[in-house]
Each structure stands twice: as C-alpha cells, then as structure tokens.
Nanobody, 127 residues
Framework: QVQLVQSGGGSVQAGGSLNVSCAAS????????LAWFRQTPQAPGHEREG??????????DYADSVKGRFTISKDNAKNTLWLEMHSLKPEDTGMYYC??????????????????WGQGTLVTVSS
C-alpha cells in the first residue's frame, strides 16, 4: 500500500513563490500517475481542481490556470513529487493535495478519481 505525506506550502505575497512536496512510501508500482489538486474558496462548490500531473512515462500535463507558473517534477530516487509555484496570485489560495494511482495519467486524471491522497497543505497568497 502506498502512503503520501505532504510538506511545504505556507503564506506568501502575490507575485511570490512557494514549493510543496509529497513523499511516497510503501509498495510503489512501476506504472503510476502522480498529480496535484487544489480546493480554492472561489471554485464552484469548492470542487477539487486538477492542476498538474506527471506519470511514470514522464508525461506532464497542466491545467490552463497554472500553466507557465507552476512546475511539477519528481525525484525518483527519493520517491518525492514536487510542485514549484511562481508568480502566485491571491486566487491560488487553497488546500493543495497530491494524489496517485497505479496507471498512467492519460487524459482523465484531472477528474480526480485517483486512489491515494496526501493529507493536504495550505497555501495562502495575500494581495
């Protein structure tokens, strides 16, 4: 069984940068999807938004809302997923979650039906 433990996040002023990380442990399969989601106050129904994903084939995908500002990466040696966030805006404020599933991300990852989730990390961007 895989467990995900998040760290990082915090508070920053608009235009600043923050990083969040997600350490995986347990029986990590050879084929997987790793993704970042967030829940923001302004999202309709506080729905979880898929913002970035990377899979075991190295395929990367971003939501339009973060493209060009956020970078997803993984350190295979340390079984750690990273999200670098730059040019942060107040609307980026929210809870950020990492998630994984035991298949490639494909084009459906952003729907949020991944099997294992991290505990969440708060990111606050002030204007």
């Amino acid at each position: 069984q895989v467990q995900l433990v998040q760290s990082g996040g915090g508070s920053v002023q608009a235009g600043g940068s923050l990083n969040v990380s997600c350490a995986a442990s347990g029986n990590i399969p050879s084929r997987y999807c790793l993704a970042w989601f967030r829940q923001t106050p302004q999202a309709p129904g506080h729905e979880r938004e898929g913002i970035a994903a990377i899979d075991s084939d190295g395929i990367i995908d971003y939501a339009d809302s973060v493209k060009g500002r956020f970078t997803i990466s993984k350190d295979n040696a340390k079984n750690t997923l990273w999200l670098e966030m730059h040019s942060l805006k107040p609307e980026d404020t929210g809870m950020y979650y990492c998630a994984t599933d035991f298949m490639l991300c494909g084009d459906t990852w952003s729907a949020g039906y991944l099997e294992v989730w991290g505990q969440g990390t708060l990111v606050t961007v002030s204007s």
